[in-house]
């Protein structure tokens, strides 16, 4: 009999022991989240330069492809990007000239803006990349990047493309006002992650 009560009180202490090792904790439960955090906000990624990510599914496991479509998504983007900030540019510089001269005719950079962005696309690269498995699908990502130095070139061949005579006070301004998107970006990328 003090067997059996040493024997009972053993499994009853192992199983006490089981039941609070076995569940899982929150944390083992929770899924981690695939995407890499340049994925997120990729205007943060690189100061001073235009950033875009992209994450597209692999096609039946040909890497290659996902590759240069992420790339390709990225490059769009970036592109859009530059679009966006010229139209701005153009919105100011037509508020200074008003301001200065009396009157502008409007578009003076968005003209010349798609010439020279298809020039200096040659310039943005694949900067990271990762593979990513989402739920089991494979997907590759891609931060894609305008360089600082060639973002600042930009902005200047835009300028000089459009001959327009600006003065050093109105292009510092077009110049804040072209970097301005990005500081937008970038306050917008830290309130959605609130």
Do not use: H
């Not at 205007?43 to 692999?58: E, G």
């Not at 902005?155 to 110049?175: H, K, M, T, Y």
Request: with cysteine; glycine share 8%; aromatic share 6%.
């Amino acid at each position: 009999m003090n067997v059996s009560v040493k024997t009972l009180c053993l499994c009853g202490a192992l199983s006490l022991l089981t039941a609070c090792g076995g569940a899982p904790t929150k944390q083992e439960s929770a899924k981690a989240d695939p995407y890499p955090d340049w994925y997120y906000s990729p205007a943060d990624s690189i100061a001073n330069a235009l950033n875009a990510a992209s994450c597209v599914a692999i096609p039946g496991g040909n890497l290659e492809i996902a590759r240069k479509q992420a790339l390709a998504n990225g490059r769009a983007d970036i592109a859009s990007q530059i679009e966006t900030r010229v139209k701005a540019m153009d919105k100011t510089y037509d508020r200074l000239a008003n301001t200065d001269e009396g009157s502008s005719v409007g578009g003076t950079f968005e003209s010349v803006s798609k010439q020279v962005t298809n020039q200096v696309m040659s310039g943005v690269r694949a900067v990271k990349s990762a593979r990513v498995d989402d739920s089991g699908k494979p997907y590759f990502c891609s931060l894609v990047s305008l360089g600082p130095e060639k973002t600042s070139q930009l902005v200047d061949q835009i300028i000089a493309a459009s001959g327009v005579n600006i003065s050093g006070d109105s292009e510092s301004v077009l110049r804040e006002q072209f970097n301005a998107y990005k500081a937008q970006q970038e306050m917008e990328s830290a309130m959605g992650s609130y």
